[in-house]
Nanobody
Framework: QVQLVESGGGLVQAGGSLRLSCVAFGRTFSSYGMGWFRQAPGKEREFVVF????????YYADSVKGRFTISRDNAKNTVYLQMNSLKVEDTAVYYC????????????????WGQGTQVTVSS
């Protein structure tokens, strides 16, 4: 069994920064890619970013490219999402998830999900 626990969300003004963390409880964390998704009120869940197990490959949604940075520390079983230059439209619940195969930007390619952390960006 794997448990993912996100933290770091909060309220920030537009242009500000936040860093989200996702701790994985379970074995073989480094063997799996990880992703961040988000869901805004009334909208579909959307892909944000993916990182491979080694951290050597990353893929970003166009909407966050250049502003968000994903990283991971396999010794700490943790993946991070550094979010800079936040915009009001980044407001959403952010979820981390464990990738098990398939197309990385599809939610169906992930088998374990965290409970989510709220990010609210005010104007």
């Amino acid at each position: 069994q794997v448990q993912l626990v996100e933290s770091g969300g909060g309220l920030v003004q537009a242009g500000g920064s936040l860093r989200l963390s996702c701790v994985a409880f379970g074995r073989t964390f480094s063997s799996y890619g990880m992703g961040w998704f988000r869901q805004a009120p009334g909208k579909e869940r959307e892909f944000v970013v993916f990182i491979s197990g080694s951290g050597g490959r990353t893929y970003y949604a166009d909407s966050v490219k250049g502003r968000f940075t994903i990283s991971r520390d396999n010794a700490k079983n943790t993946v991070y999402l550094q979010m800079n230059s936040l915009k009001v439209e980044d407001t959403a619940v952010y979820y981390c998830a464990r990738y098990y195969g398939g197309t990385y930007y599809y939610g169906s390619s992930y088998d374990y999900w965290g409970q989510g952390t709220q990010v609210t960006v005010s104007s």
